[in-house]
């Protein structure tokens, strides 16, 4: 496998803290990757800068891609807004979906931002949330779907445009534990399928457990980087050759 996103000496700073010292990370193409550790450790900041939604006060971070190497620190803001768009895809804790969308319109948003004909992008969208069980539910607004249904509404939109990079924050946070798992199944399971890369903040130690790798901060700092003593694959789903990007 070949690294997909490499940081050097990532190095970010708040008020009266810093958030990230001087860290080298790197992820390969394909792999799970759970980041972990206390509050205030760096975890979401990490994620951030990797995914170009801050940028750090030092150090790089780039992304291979076919065009060649990317340094997301030369990228202007608009540069950076297409790359999340087109390269990046986002399952944030609650959602952050758009509560006046309908699934349907929620996931074929992220399609119709990037230039795809609103026909194509309906139809890619209603395949996706096809193969994350909600058919039928494609006219649903949020309000009418489960934490766990609309946590698949964001994993469908994440990963619909082919992004080839998966970026979750406390994906599972706001579900109890069967729901969670059943979350991480979909969102494990349809990763892989597409021979994504997953990068997961986490306080899970249950949903670490079912990554690849697990990256432990603290102070801003890599303090373990390994595969996680138990990694049990995810339940096995039929996406039936669903996925249209």
Wanted: hydrophobic fraction near 45%; charge should be negative; include cysteine.
């Amino acid at each position: 496998m070949n690294a997909i996103l490499h940081a050097q000496q990532l190095t970010k700073h708040y008020p009266g803290s810093i958030a990230l010292d001087h860290v080298d990370f790197t992820a390969l193409a394909g792999e799970s990757i759970a980041i972990i550790g206390p509050s205030g450790s760096g975890k979401t900041t990490l994620l951030h800068c990797l995914a170009g939604i801050l940028r750090p006060d030092a150090g790089s971070v780039t992304l291979a891609s076919q065009a060649g190497t990317i340094d997301l620190g030369t990228l202007p803001d608009a540069g950076l807004s297409r790359l999340r768009r087109e390269e990046f895809g986002f399952v944030f804790q609650q959602g952050m979906l758009l509560p006046e969308l309908t699934a349907l319109e929620n996931v074929a948003l992220a399609l119709m931002l990037n230039g795809t004909d609103r026909r194509t992008s309906e139809s890619r969208a209603a395949d996706w949330l096809g193969a994350l069980g909600l058919a039928g539910m494609e006219q649903r607004r949020l309000g009418e779907l489960s934490g766990g249904q609309v946590q698949r509404v964001a994993i469908a939109r994440a990963q619909v445009t082919g992004a080839r990079v998966v970026f979750a924050d406390e994906p599972t946070g706001a579900l109890d534990s069967a729901t969670s798992s059943e979350v991480l199944n979909v969102l494990l399971g349809s990763v892989a399928a597409n021979g994504r890369t997953l990068l997961v903040v986490t306080h899970d130690p249950n949903v670490a457990a079912r990554c690849g790798r697990i990256v432990e901060l603290r102070d801003g700092r890599i303090v373990a980087d390994s595969a996680p003593p138990v990694a049990p694959a995810a339940a096995p789903i039929n996406f039936k050759g669903a996925f249209n990007v």
